[in-house]
C-alpha cells in the first residue's frame, strides 16, 4: 500500500459524459501528480500540483482539468469524453521540502481505470 | 522540456541472465534518475533511483548507471528471476524551485522465460 488513494478504481461511461477522478495523496505529501496510460502505452504527464497551486503543466487536454483542495486531496475532471480517453489514470504523490532538495520518489496510487463507450 | 528515450521496447531473457534496459535524456539539467516496475494491473513502483551525483547504484541484483556527459543511465538486473518479468520504466526529473516533472520513458517490457 503506498498510501495514495483513488477513486473509483472503475468508471464506465458514455462518449460525451464528464467524470471526476479523486486522489488523496499520502499524508505529509503537498505534491500531487496526475499520469495517463493507455493500453500498452507509458506514463503521459498531465499536471502537477504543490499546496494547492498548479505548479506543471504536461499533455493535458483542455477537456481535462484539475485542483487541488486545502485538505491537498485532488479531482481530476474529464468532460466531452471521448473514446480515446479511455486509460488508467495514476495519481501520485511526493514529499516536497520548500528550499531543499526533492526527495524525488513518486509514491503511485492503484489507478482508476476509465472506459468509454 | 525533457524528452526520454527508452530501448528496448521488449526484452526476453532466460532465467538466470543479466537484463540491460538503455534510457537517453535530452535536458542536461535534470538531476534525478528513478526506475520504476510494473506488473500487469498494478502500479508502477520505485526500484532503484540515482542521482546526478553518482554514477552508479547497485541494490542486490538491480543496479543503475548514469553518464551524465553523454546523458544515458541504465538498468542491469543480475540473475534473472521470473518474478523479475514487467514493465520497467526509466524517468527523469528536472527541478525548478518547487516545480518538478518527471517524464517517463515508454517502457520495456521484461519477459524473464524458464
Known amino acids: 500500500d503506498s498510501g495514495v488513494t483513488q477513486t473509483p478504481k472503475h468508471l464506465i461511461t458514455a462518449t460525451g459524459q464528464r467524470v471526476t477522478l479523486r486522489c488523496s495523496p499520502r499524508s505529509g505529501d503537498l505534491s500531487v501528480y496526475w499520469y495517463q496510460q493507455s493500453l500498452d502505452q507509458g506514463l503521459q504527464f498531465l499536471i502537477q500540483?504543490?499546496?494547492?497551486?498548479?505548479?506543471a503543466k504536461g499533455n493535458i487536454l483542455e477537456r481535462f482539468s484539475a485542483q487541488q483542495f486545502p485538505d491537498l486531496h485532488s479531482e481530476l475532471n474529464l468532460s466531452s469524453l471521448e473514446l480515446g480517453d479511455s486509460a488508467l489514470y495514476f495519481c501520485?504523490?511526493?514529499?516536497?521540502?520548500?528550499?531543499?532538495?526533492?526527495?524525488?520518489?513518486?509514491?503511485f496510487g492503484e489507478g482508476s481505470r476509465l472506459t468509454v463507450l | 522540456g525533457e524528452n526520454v528515450e527508452q530501448h528496448p521496447s521488449t526484452l526476453s531473457v532466460q532465467e538466470g541472465d543479466s537484463a540491460v534496459i538503455k534510457c537517453t535524456y535530452s535536458d542536461s539539467a535534470s538531476n534525478y534518475f528513478p526506475w520504476y516496475k510494473q506488473e500487469l494491473g498494478k502500479r508502477p513502483q520505485l526500484i532503484i533511483d540515482i542521482r546526478s551525483n553518482v554514477g552508479e547504484k547497485k541494490d542486490q541484483r538491480i543496479a543503475v548507471t548514469l553518464n551524465k556527459t553523454a546523458k544515458h543511465f541504465s538498468l542491469h538486473i543480475t540473475e534473472t528471476q521470473p518474478e523479475d518479468s514487467a514493465v520497467y520504466f526509466c524517468a527523469a526529473k528536472s527541478n525548478t524551485g518547487t516545480a518538478s516533472k518527471l517524464t517517463f520513458g515508454t517502457g520495456t517490457r521484461l519477459q524473464v522465460t524458464l
Open positions: 501520485a504523490s511526493s514529499v516536497v521540502l520548500a528550499g531543499g532538495p526533492l526527495s524525488g520518489e513518486l509514491f
Open positions: 500540483y504543490y499546496n494547492g497551486e498548479e505548479r
